[in-house]
């Protein structure tokens, strides 16, 4: 009866034991999840719209000539505050800041009633907001209408890189056929023979 009894109350010690491990556990969290938030928390920018912090580059030449790629990335002026930053799945940028990249030959007019631009000819009618007295527009939207390519990526789509028209036909010219200029073929701002694309 003794042992009956002592064998019970081990069991009970072991079942309490991995319980409270469990809960220990669940507690402290998943770390990865715990990163992931850790991450969001540092982007965010503003917690009423949940604009978070974006990183925009600009695909150069590479001045590195001993570098095997033929480009660079160098990064983009933020511009007026909070500078660059992703909202409702979209990067944006200061429109002067992408004007001033982009060339102003494309004409821009503005409904700030509306938080219209409509843009090029025929107009392209494309949604901004503002901050202060400057005006923020989605990059990859803004961009396009003047034939440049935009990649997004990172996890929470908040980085992004501009290939300008010159830079396209660069890369189109010397056979530098990457993930970026198909893709730029794919949205129809580049043409490319993909039946004899380099390989290697």
């Excluded at 991450?39 to 570098?67: G, Y």
């Excluded at 803004?142 to 034939?147: E, P």
């Excluded at 990526?153 to 189109?172: N, V």
Aim: net charge negative; aromatic share 6%.
């Amino acid at each position: 009866m003794k042992l009956l009894v002592l064998l019970i109350g081990v069991l009970m010690s072991i079942s309490c034991d991995g319980r409270q491990e469990k809960e220990a556990a669940t507690a402290g969290g998943d770390s990865a999840r715990d990163s992931f938030a850790r991450t969001v928390d540092s982007l965010l920018l503003d917690t009423e719209m949940h604009e978070l912090r974006a990183q925009i580059t600009v695909v150069v030449d590479n001045p590195d000539s001993d570098d095997e790629s033929p480009f660079s990335f160098a990064p983009l002026a933020n511009g007026s505050p909070p500078g660059h930053h992703a909202r409702d799945g979209a990067i944006y940028a200061d429109v002067e800041v992408l004007r001033k990249l982009l060339g102003r030959a494309v004409p821009v007019r503005l409904d700030t009633a509306n938080h219209r631009f409509f843009v090029g000819s025929p107009e392209a009618v494309i949604f901004g907001h503002p901050h202060g007295t400057a005006w923020f527009v989605p990059v990859k939207l803004f961009a396009r209408q003047y034939g440049a390519y935009v990649d997004v990526s990172c996890t929470l789509a908040t980085c992004a890189s501009i290939w300008t028209k010159q830079m396209l036909e660069h890369a189109r010219q010397t056979g530098a056929i990457g993930t970026a200029v198909l893709e730029a073929h794919a949205e129809g701002l580049i043409d490319i023979d993909v039946k004899r694309l380099p390989t290697g």
